[in-house]
């Protein structure tokens, strides 16, 4: 694979890297023209998203630290800092929640109407998962178990690492098409008679990533069952809050 896209000197371009900021920008900028729509001035989006990106740091954090406290009871200055354990000291449902709640306290604060944020910014939640699970493809993170038909990962990335020449499920690029036709069928979706109050956008999407990512964390693999069953019980809950918050839009 490649983790490292470009090296000129002391700098180095890492695809996980530029992915996730190509995700970001590109998410940045669909929100702004949804927001749009939904009567959101452009400038909230652009502050809104940095409330998210420092709520996604510090969620993703913390339950990386939560899961594996045994690397850092004994170092607690370790802890801050995030960027030593590179993409293994960062766990995507933290920072999905922590993002969650920073961006909820903006809102709040700023008197946004919370259900038409949450609609407007689902796409761009779906095409980022798209383009960051390339990066994790390129960089050999997040790899699945052995199988038949997989792809083989050079022995210096993660997946190689653990399975030497060995076929394991390309999880990544699972998690990527789903990313983008989730991205797509969202899109879709909204312009049918179904989506009539806010909110029941978001619940839809809510739900289908928390179901597909319940269901792909079988294939995964973890080093530890606690990683696993953490992921698996924030996807079982969010699912049941989407099925909620549907519900209760849908009724009304």
């Not at 490292?4 to 590109?26: A, R, T, V």
């Not at 989730?182 to 619940?203: A, D, H, P, Q, V």
Request: hydrophobic share 50%; aromatic share 18%; proline share 3%.
């Amino acid at each position: 694979m490649y983790p490292i896209l470009l090296k000129i000197g002391n700098f180095s371009l890492y695809s996980y890297g530029l992915m996730l900021f190509i995700s970001f920008i590109l998410g940045i900028k669909l929100t702004q023209i949804r927001a749009k729509k939904f009567g959101i001035k452009e400038d909230t989006i652009v502050n809104l998203a940095v409330y998210i990106l420092i709520g996604v740091v510090i969620g993703a954090r913390f339950l990386y630290v939560l899961n594996h406290w045994d690397e850092f009871k004994n170092d607690l200055i370790g802890i801050i800092a995030f960027w030593r354990g590179g993409l293994g000291g960062l766990m995507f449902f933290g920072g999905f929640i922590g993002g969650f709640f920073s961006g909820l306290i903006y809102a709040k604060k700023n008197k946004l109407p919370i259900l038409k944020m949450l609609d407007s910014i689902s796409p761009a939640i779906a095409l980022g998962e798209g383009f960051t699970r390339i990066g994790c493809f390129l960089n050999g993170c997040c790899f699945g178990k052995p199988c038949e038909y997989g792809i083989i990962f050079p022995p210096h990335s993660p997946a190689g690492l653990t399975f030497l020449n060995t076929k394991i499920h390309p999880t990544q690029l699972y998690s990527s098409l789903f990313g983008f036709l989730l991205f797509f069928f969202i899109l879709k979706l909204e312009k049918t008679r179904i989506i009539k109050k806010e909110g029941l956008l978001f619940s839809i999407f809510l739900f289908f990533y928390a179901l597909f990512r319940f269901l792909i964390d079988f294939l995964r693999y973890y080093e530890d069952k606690l990683n696993f069953l953490t992921n698996q019980l924030i996807s079982f809950s969010l699912m049941i809050i989407a099925l909620i918050i549907f519900l209760t839009r849908f009724k009304k």
